[in-house]
């Protein structure tokens, strides 16, 4: 080794306080990220945020329209007068959401099973379920809602449904499954091969090896992605309004239409936000807590 | 005399792999064969052929005199009748320890709850694992979980038990508990088909070792000759390697 460099690996490997790898006075940018357990690194970030703040709310508030536009999006007395109509319509998103969300769930893992199934007997309903993934993944979910919602009722089919609100709620379910079957799919195939031989060793049947093997652990594994679309549809439920159903981004409309103030539209997205942000949080969580769950048995 | 199992000719290729070129084996009751050879020799696949995890592409494979490699044998009711326990054991790491044993009695054999979790607690008390009944198989050590991999097996009942390397995944000093329970099971009369890398437990317990090379059966016999005096120069050449290496 020559000189030029001043390794002393003997000296180096003591001195984790003189440490060459960290700064000295940094932060610690990384660290703080990582873990928020370091007093100064929350402080770092308390402060770099409330910077950004305070220089977006400048910038905002120094414009020249910006009074015109206070008034048009940030009235207080229109937002008051808009609340209660527009929380009550926001309420029927909350239903079709559950409604939906369920049925998604249900007919997601009929799909994805279908998919996975083994056996020349089943290509035919491989076949069915890769063709819808394809098709519900490929068409904008908007243009669903249309299709199916001016559409089949203008069949005027007997004994079809007419409401919009059903179509709609159809089209959501049709179009999410399509995407939460993919979901479940990748679920499935992370579970090693192992375990469906293990199964049908001891004479279980493919059903069988599905249900009591494969299945538990393919759906712990998938519980974070399905969070998360979770969280998706819960703003897209809103789509259904371009059907004329009154829910809250409608009732908003509504109301806009009628006073020319656009505060009833800031209603209806803190309205959305207040339900989807701990949703995010609670899925983060969940993550977070699986996956220390699992690397414990790593250590 | 009755065979348990017998193969006949028995042809098993992985597309342009041929793996099994034409194995002939037969397993009588009591009988505690020995597969021994190099990895890739197809000890496995003679294995996996037997409870119908692999077709065969020529052969065929009798079961009690009955032939199972055939469209109509339902692969489900041949497994009731042979167990068989995977190198890495292959629990199922969402159920504990109990679940994991009553599955199959419950679910295939339709014995009640009751009467599946009394026979499996009796057979994990026998296999010094009663402490463990309700734990999940991350919390045990490998050789814990491949006793219970074995005890899964025997709740079955099965008449024939196949056993893949099941000490090679585990650290050296937990394979002596688990070929302790291969021991006992052998002085209660299983029969048994196993491959295997531990030749010293084989020339031990074995009533006849098998040595596989290349996808075919190059020599069998009594362990004593197999071991003390083989006649083709290739299981000389893989016996040699083997005491080389301290295994034997």
Redesign the interface.
């Known amino acids: 080794m020559t000189d030029t460099d001043n390794r002393e690996p003997a000296e180096a490997i003591e001195l984790p306080a003189g440490s060459r790898f960290v700064a000295s006075g940094s932060p610690g940018l990384f660290n703080g990220m990582l873990s928020q357990s370091g007093s100064r690194g929350a402080l770092m970030a308390f402060a770099s945020t409330i910077l950004f703040l305070v220089v977006a709310a400048v910038i905002i508030l120094n414009s020249d329209a910006w009074p015109k536009v206070r008034n048009q999006f940030l009235n207080w007395e229109h937002f008051k007068a808009s609340f209660p109509d527009v929380l009550a319509a926001f309420w029927l998103d909350m239903q079709m959401f559950v409604v939906a969300e369920v049925f998604i769930l249900t007919f997601a893992l009929l799909i994805a099973v279908l998919r996975v199934l083994r056996g020349p007997a089943f290509f035919p309903l491989r076949m069915l379920s890769t063709v819808y993934i394809d098709l519900f993944r490929g068409v904008p979910l908007l243009l669903v809602i249309f299709l199916l919602g001016f559409g089949v009722p203008a069949l005027d089919l007997p004994g079809v449904p007419k409401s919009p609100m059903f179509w709609g709620i159809v089209s959501l379910v049709l179009s999410y499954s399509a995407y939460t079957a993919e979901v479940y799919r990748s679920g499935l195939e992370s579970v090693h091969e192992?375990?469906r031989?293990?199964?049908?060793?001891?004479?279980?049947?493919q059903w069988?090896a599905l249900r009591?093997?494969i299945l538990?652990?393919a759906i712990?594994n998938v519980v974070p992605a399905l969070l998360n679309g979770l969280v998706s549809l819960q703003k897209d439920v809103a789509l259904i309004s371009v059907l004329g159903v009154r829910e809250a981004v409608r009732e908003a409309e509504i109301y806009k239409a009628r006073t020319f103030n656009y505060t009833s539209l800031l209603v209806a997205a803190i309205l959305f936000l207040i339900v989807s942000v701990p949703v995010a949080r609670f899925a983060d969580w969940y993550t977070a807590r699986d996956r220390r769950a699992r690397t414990k048995?790593l250590q | 005399m009755n065979h348990r199992v017998r193969l006949e000719g028995v042809h098993k290729r992985f597309g342009d792999k041929h793996v099994l070129k034409g194995i002939d084996l037969a397993v009588a009751e009591h009988d505690v064969v020995c597969l021994i050879g190099s990895s890739g020799s197809g000890k496995s696949t003679i294995l996996r052929c037997i409870?119908l995890?692999e077709t065969v592409d020529e052969g065929a494979i009798y079961l009690d005199g009955e032939m199972i490699t055939r469209r109509e044998t339902d692969?489900?009711?041949v497994?009731?009748f042979v167990?068989?326990v995977?190198q890495?054991y292959?629990?199922?790491?969402?159920m504990n320890v109990l679940d994991n044993v009553t599955?199959?009695p419950r679910?295939?054999?339709g014995k009640s709850k009751d009467e599946a979790e009394q026979r499996a607690t009796e057979l994990l008390e026998r296999f010094g694992l009663s402490d463990k009944i309700l734990e999940f198989p991350?919390r045990l050590s490998g050789g814990q979980q491949q006793r219970v991999a074995v005890v899964?097996?025997l709740a079955?009942e099965p008449e024939l038990l196949l056993l893949d390397e099941i000490t090679a995944a585990l650290d050296p000093e937990l394979v002596g508990e688990v070929l302790g329970v291969i021991r006992d099971l052998i002085s209660d009369g299983m029969t048994l088909l196993l491959a295997t890398h531990e030749m010293g437990f084989a020339r031990d317990v074995a009533t006849r070792v098998c040595f596989l090379d290349d996808g075919a059966i190059l020599e069998e016999g009594p362990p004593a000759q197999i071991f003390s005096d083989p006649q083709m120069p290739r299981t000389q050449q893989f016996l040699r390697r083997v005491t080389e290496a301290g295994r034997l």
Request: glycine share 6%; proline share 7%.
């Open positions: 192992s375990q031989a293990a199964a049908r060793a001891l004479g279980l049947t069988q009591f093997a538990p652990q712990r048995g | 409870n995890l692969p489900n009711l497994r009731q167990g068989i995977f890495s292959n629990l199922f790491p969402h599955l199959s679910r295939v054999h991350d899964r097996a079955t």
